[in-house]
């Protein structure tokens, strides 16, 4: 992991704990252990980065070059409203250990042939997985500029970031 990662994830830690209640005692304090460690994990496992919600509306507002890929299901999310630009491709919360070879097809489709291409992947919330699915599936297939967006939607829309509907 880079070192621009590392300060990312540790960041993103940081964070959760935050959101979630950091200070607090008892039981909360020992789910929010949980979340944290969890979400390390997955990035860990996934071999992906991370990418705050600041970082990206950079990338956006620089007209950066990349694929933003919408995680959630089209009409209950993307469709209400999703990042400006974004893809949709819906993917499972739970770990997703096994792709069809028809929605492996469709989503390299989606990612396209170039593997250094920037692919970032986003869904609802930071304890949403559906992001990871699609990033480490990313990263599986061997692409090799993956970014995770785990803020999702909810911080997107917190920051009063524009946001595009399907009509």
Known sequence: MSNISKLTAVTLVGLCLVLYGCGTSGKVESDNEKLVVKFCQEVADGGYKLV???????WIDGQQPMLI????????????????????FEFPI?????????????????????????LVFYCGFPKCGRSHNGAMWAVKLGYTNVYRHPGGIVAWLEHDYPVQKVQ
Request: no cysteine.
């Open 52 to 58: 705050t919600t600041e970082q990206l509306k950079q």
């Open 69 to 88: 890929v919408d995680t959630m299901p089209p009409k209950a999310s993307y469709d209400k409203h999703h990042i400006p630009g974004a893809r949709p």
């Open 94 to 118: 739970k770990p997703l250990a096994r792709l069809d070879q028809a929605t492996r097809a469709k989503f390299r489709q989606l990612l396209g042939p170039d593997k250094g291409r920037r």
